[in-house]
């Protein structure tokens, strides 16, 4: 059974480093084909693309925040991590990680964690 | 702004038929066979319900259906349920940098 589960800090201040652990069960991101994203959604709005890793270490970014983004994995934890710097309010949002398919589409989903931006 | 159009809101009554329109370019959309559905509860992970435009995962009900014509994708659901009243997102592969793309959603009511 595939699952993916998201951890990090509930709330983090302006400015501050944000840091996100996907821990990844069902499958391996050593496994040829495999890749994983990550998703946000700030509350009331729509789902946003964030970052993609592959099984490769081959790395994509939003176009809008690739400055702030890093993606990375660990592969002996079976883990992709998401950092994002100097956070703002408007960075408030649940970040979904998921595991993506070759066709472009989200198979599976972790439960989200809902990161709050404030002072 | 979400790249990818979607209407705010549909409505139906059960047992009818609705359809959700996802209008892009040909950046996106109209350019790939790489659009999918994704159904979402208040509070919980959206759920994956057409990929490939046309292609439903394992356990989907098939009252879910998908269609493109141009740089217009469709989710089609039949039958109406009272279950089915969700938010509903289309997402697209795109060939611009930023690699997909998400809809703004669409809040179906089931009246």
């Known amino acids: 059974q595939v699952t993916l589960k998201e951890s990090g800090p509930a709330l983090v201040k302006p400015t501050q480093t944000l840091t996100l652990t996907c821990s990844l069960s069902g499958f391996s991101l050593s496994t040829s084909g495999m890749r994983v994203s990550w998703i946000r959604q700030p509350p009331g709005k729509a789902l946003e693309w964030l970052a993609r890793?592959?099984?490769?270490?081959?790395?994509f970014y939003s176009t809008s925040l690739k400055t702030r983004l890093t993606i990375s994995k660990d592969t002996s934890k079976n883990q992709v991590v998401l950092t994002m710097t100097n956070v703002d309010p408007v960075d408030t949002a649940t970040y979904y990680c998921a595991r993506i398919k070759w066709g472009y589409y989200f198979d599976n989903w972790g439960q989200g964690i809902l990161v709050t931006v404030s002072s | 702004q979400s790249a990818l159009t979607q209407p705010a809101s549909a409505s139906a009554s059960p047992g009818q038929s609705i359809t959700i329109s996802c209008t892009g370019t040909s950046s996106d959309v109209g350019g790939y066979n790489y659009v999918s559905w994704y159904q979402q509860y208040p509070g919980k992970a959206p759920k994956l319900m057409i990929y490939?435009?046309?292609y439903r995962p394992s356990g989907v009900s098939n009252r879910f259906s998908g269609s493109k014509s141009g740089n217009t994708a469709s989710l089609t659901i039949s039958g109406l349920q009272a279950e089915d009243e969700a938010d509903y997102y289309c997402?697209?592969?795109?060939?611009?940098?930023?690699?997909?793309?998400f809809g703004g959603g669409t809040k179906l009511t089931v009246l």
């Open positions: 490939e435009v046309t």
């Open positions: 890793i592959d099984w490769d270490d081959d790395k």
């Open positions: 997402s697209s592969y795109t060939s611009t940098s930023t690699l997909v793309v």
